[in-house]
């Protein structure tokens, strides 16, 4: 069995787990602990917890020690330093005239690294900045380009839901999201409306994907012909989670008009979008305008993960 205990580190609200060896420790308590990095300084925020090792996801990193008075001073310290190499490496940056925007310099716990952190809509060659930086700081200087989304997660922050941002509080990996997720869910395609503090599409977009792809493999798309219990129609929409079908049927006179039913109680007679495996929804209120900004900001998004570095610890 081994002792795992949660841990934040920095600003970073997200909680990472530590083997607490032969620490006693408690919720609040300032450790200094191990990560692939190098130590970092942080803040016990879940008590500790028995785990068999088979269900232990390798590498598990250790508690160095608890931090004792002078290892806070000494934190405080690095972070009074950390403001005045970002100043200095800002304008080193403009000296060296680097389309690149820095976000955030931050110290290892034993200064044996300073790590600029930064975005840039491509590579950079930051070589010659690296070197001028290991000059003035006399320790090993990394430069790590990381995505818009990374940022706004160093930052932290609310959603427009009211609560924490999924990627400062417990969002480990970002899997990608697509305007294709967004019309099969029947979202308004506006900017404004599915796009996050990052200003990239939501995350959480993704979290019900899975169950939209499932149940529309076996309801009808718009513009499929279906039998119901009033007679043949053509569909006019689709509440997928409810599993809900309106469908346009003409009556007696020939005139238009429309029911609801449940999935169950119509059939599939013509259905072109399933037959050409194309599950896309038309969705007539967006403007091509909304489409466009909306593809640029995927594009973007692809662009962001081909050129930034990992940011995990």
Known sequence: ????????????????????????????????????MGQEFGTVKTATREIPDENIKQPLYKIVKKANEEDKKHQEKNEEEEKKAFDICKKKIAEHKLPMNLVEAKYLFDNSKLIFYFTADKRIDFRDLVKDLASIFRTRIELRQIIVR??????????????????????????????????????????????????????????????YDEKMKRLPHPGAIV???????????????????????????????????????????????????????????????????????????????????DDNL
């Open 1 to 36: 069995m081994a002792r795992l205990i949660g841990v934040s580190i920095g600003r970073n609200k997200r909680i990472y787990f530590f083997d607490e060896g032969n620490n006693t420790l408690k919720i609040g308590d300032n450790v200094i602990v191990e990560t692939k």
């Open 150 to 211: 990374d940022e706004v997660k160093r930052l932290c922050g609310n959603g427009m839901c009211g609560r924490e941002l999924c990627c400062a509080s417990f969002l480990k990996k970002y899997d990608g999201v697509t305007i294709k997720m967004a019309k099969e869910q029947n979202l308004t395609l506006n900017a404004s409306k599915i796009t996050g503090a990052c200003g990239r599409l939501m995350c959480c977009l993704k979290y019900e994907q899975n169950v």
């Open 227 to 309: 039998s119901t219990p009033e007679g043949k129609g053509s569909v006019e929409s689709v509440e997928t989670l409810r599993e809900i079908v309106k469908v346009k049927l003409k009556d007696n006179n020939g005139e238009d008009f429309y029911r609801k039913y449940p999935a169950e109680d119509i059939k599939i007679i013509k259905d072109k979008r399933r037959e050409s495996n194309n599950s896309n929804v038309n969705n007539e209120t967006s403007s091509d305008e909304d489409i466009k900004e909306l593809e640029k900001l995927e594009q973007m998004d692809k662009n962001d993960i081909k050129n930034s570095s």
